[in-house]
Nanobody, 123 residues
Framework: QVQLVESGGGLVQPGRSLGLSCAPS????????VGWFRQAPGKQREGVVC????????YYSPSVKGRVTISRDVAKNTVFLRMDNLTPEDTAVYYCAVALEYFYCRPDEFDSWGQGTQVTVSS
């Protein structure tokens, strides 16, 4: 199991941007595929975006494509998620998770999870 810590959540107004970060404890994220997931109240956890290890190929959920960017900072051993033009429908707890590989960016493909960070989009 890899320990992960997310940070950067909070309250943001509709139309604004927000950045989240995911950092591991004691391991290099270079060895892992990393995924960002979210879970809204009463809904199943869903994939937002995933990035592979190695070639860094990405998968973006259609619900966020064009508004979300995932990036790795090797020097900081951190993966970032930037979300633009936020709407109330983006309100959820956001989680990062790691796996050796993924195919569909689904929660059941990932092994280790952070504790989550709340993102609330409201005016």
């Amino acid at each position: 199991q890899v320990q992960l810590v997310e940070s950067g959540g909070g309250l943001v107004q509709p139309g604004r941007s927000l950045g989240l970060s995911c950092a591991p404890s004691g391991v290099s994220l270079d060895y892992y595929a990393v995924g960002w997931f979210r879970q809204a109240p009463g809904k199943q956890r869903e994939g937002v975006v995933c990035i592979s290890r190695g070639d860094g190929s990405t998968y973006y959920s259609p619900s966020v494509k064009g508004r979300v960017t995932i990036s790795r900072d090797v020097a900081k051993n951190t993966v970032f998620l930037r979300m633009d033009n936020l709407t109330p429908e983006d309100t959820a707890v956001y989680y990062c998770a790691v796996a050796l590989e993924y195919f569909y960016c689904r929660p059941d493909e990932f092994d280790s999870w952070g504790q989550g960070t709340q993102v609330t989009v409201s005016s």
